[in-house]
């Protein structure tokens, strides 16, 4: 079995490109070309340039003594956190902004629910000086005020989107609209794997690096480049789908996706995707989302803004259904205290997206010799108030 994408744009039985017909051309003129602009020399050294010398790569891989030691087993942090603009967002909206130059597009639309995939490319439509337009909902708006501030600052227009709940959903209804009326000059920054194809795949490849890395890392650390585990919280499924990307075809390496259980799989609150969710199409493909019995996509709820999205990419879809992949979800309270944990064992404030992650190790045992690599995507700096509050800090 294979867990990368066929020709048709298909994880198994999940993916495919579900979209209004007044929006094919866009996605087919993406479709025809993203691998061939891909693999030209000229992208590739663009690319790995601003990866070195704009992000900072590559991240380190950090052997965390003092966690190893709690939990006795061989921890590596992948350390997204130390990027530019905080987490692995930026990795993908530099892969698409050289990807739109490339197409002749020289203005950029994207959605954004907490912010942060609106901040990343609100960052890279400013180091390539072209238009930014940002569709966020006007209750996300009024929520995330730093990162709508950091949009404004980074030159972008944040335009609210007020039909509807007032989220993601809507903003994203938003920015197809905008494509649709403006196909020939404009490029829709997807910020995860999710999407029509090829999107899923693009942003997946885009990702890559990541695991990319850990192989010659690992190597470099262990003398061997495949790890026992590789652990990474899912939202869509982009920081996932780069840890494991150079490892899907290898069965040896076991995967772990951890979801958002929110205040409990089955509390009513929750963001466990997998697990909660029936097959059906959200943003253009075909996956599994959490709906109504009729239907309806059921919002989703996470103490964390980035893993708060009622889907999940085709990718880990099919990663969950052919049991690829396993996958855990972790309550709101047993990812902060993961979080808090990393903070005093290891001196590094994680991203309460990255602490799902981390708070595997109360749920799961490892054996003393494995290697877990953990993709730490992001930093804590803007979850401060939210573990100020839950801690009484
Ligand atoms: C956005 C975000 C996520 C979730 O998105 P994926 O596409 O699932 O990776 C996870 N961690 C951080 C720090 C984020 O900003």
Redesign the pocket.
Do not use: M
């Given at each position: 079995m294979s867990y990368n994408v066929n020709e048709k744009g298909y994880y198994g039985e999940f993916g495919g490109a579900f979209i209004p017909e007044m929006l094919y051309p866009n996605v087919e003129e993406l479709r025809q070309n993203y691998l061939k602009i891909m693999a030209e020399p000229d992208f590739q050294k663009e690319f790995n340039q601003l990866l070195k010398n704009y992000v900072g790569r590559p991240s380190p891989l950090y052997f965390a003594t003092r966690l190893s030691e709690k939990y006795n087993t061989k921890i590596y942090l992948k350390r997204e956190d130390l990027n530019h603009t905080g987490?692995?967002?930026i990795n993908n909206t530099i892969g698409q902004i050289l990807m739109a130059k490339r197409l002749g597009k020289h203005r950029i639309i994207a959605e954004t629910g907490a912010g942060?995939?609106g901040v990343a490319t609100a960052t890279v439509c400013a180091l390539m000086g072209l238009e930014c337009i940002v569709y966020m909902g006007e209750i996300d708006i009024a929520r995330q005020a730093p990162n709508v501030a950091r949009m404004k600052m980074l030159g972008a227009t944040v335009v609210p989107a007020t039909s509807g709940s007032k989220t993601l959903k809507d903003a994203t209804n938003e920015a197809i609209r905008d494509w649709i009326r403006n196909p020939v000059d404009t490029h829709y920054i997807i910020?995860?794997?999710v999407g029509p194809h090829p999107y899923p795949d693009m942003v997946a490849r885009f990702q890559s690096v990541v695991s990319d890395e850990i192989k010659w890392q690992l190597q470099e650390q262990e003398g061997r480049e495949n790890p026992d585990y590789v652990v990474a919280?899912?939202?869509?499924?982009?920081?996932?789908a780069g840890a494991y990307y150079h490892f899907l075809e290898d069965e040896t390496v076991k995967l772990i996706a951890v979801e958002a259980a929110g205040l409990g799989v089955d509390s009513g609150e929750s963001a466990a995707t997998s697990i909660l969710g029936r097959e059906g199409i959200i943003h253009g493909s075909k996956t599994l989302l959490m709906q109504s019995n009729d239907g309806q996509i059921t919002e989703p709820y996470s103490i964390s803004a980035?893993?708060d999205y009622p889907g999940v990419g085709p990718m880990h879809a099919h990663l969950y259904k052919s049991s690829r992949a396993e996958f855990i979800a972790i309550t709101d309270d047993d990812a902060m205290t993961a979080g808090l944990d990393l903070c005093k064992l290891e001196g590094i404030i994680p991203?309460i997206?990255?602490s799902h992650a981390l708070a595997v190790f109360e749920k799961k045992t490892f054996k003393s010799e494995d290697i877990v690599v953990l993709s730490l995507?992001?930093r804590g700096d803007k979850d401060l108030e939210t573990y100020i509050k839950h801690f009484k800090l």
């Open positions: 987490a692995h967002k942060q995939h910020g995860s794997v919280c899912v939202g869509g499924g982009s920081n996932a980035g893993l991203a997206e990255s995507s992001g």
